[in-house]
């Protein structure tokens, strides 16, 4: 059930996020209020899941993606750049967030 949890967890912290960019550094109020609901159900889901999870894992995999999410949606919504530079970067997340799984399951 953990995996359940940190799923959705990560669902609203990609929304929570989303809704930060569009609230216009807080000053709009329906943005705003969705960024609050987001991170408070989001924090409180990942905190069911680390029951039984281990937290360096979740978190890893919780905080790495939502930020693959965040840039993409950056990318894709808001016209941001992707240059080679931010990929790799990106790529080097996921390389991190696997080997970090790898080590869970003792590989």
Not at 30 to 58: D, Q
Not at 78 to 96: C, H, Q, R, S
Request: proline share 1%.
């Amino acid at each position: 059930m953990g995996w359940v949890y940190l799923s959705v967890a990560i669902g609203f912290e990609i929304a929570g996020t989303t809704a930060m960019k569009l609230s216009d550094g807080m000053t709009r109020l329906w943005p705003a209020l969705a960024v609050v609901l987001c991170y408070g159900v989001s924090f409180t889901l990942l905190a069911w899941a680390l029951r039984s999870l281990e937290v360096g894992v979740a978190y890893a995999v919780w905080s790495a993606v939502g930020t693959m999410a965040i840039a993409v949606i950056g990318i894709l919504v808001f016209g941001e750049g992707a240059g080679a530079l931010k990929l790799l970067g990106l790529a080097l997340i996921v390389a991190g967030v696997v080997s970090l799984r790898l080590a869970d399951a003792g590989v």
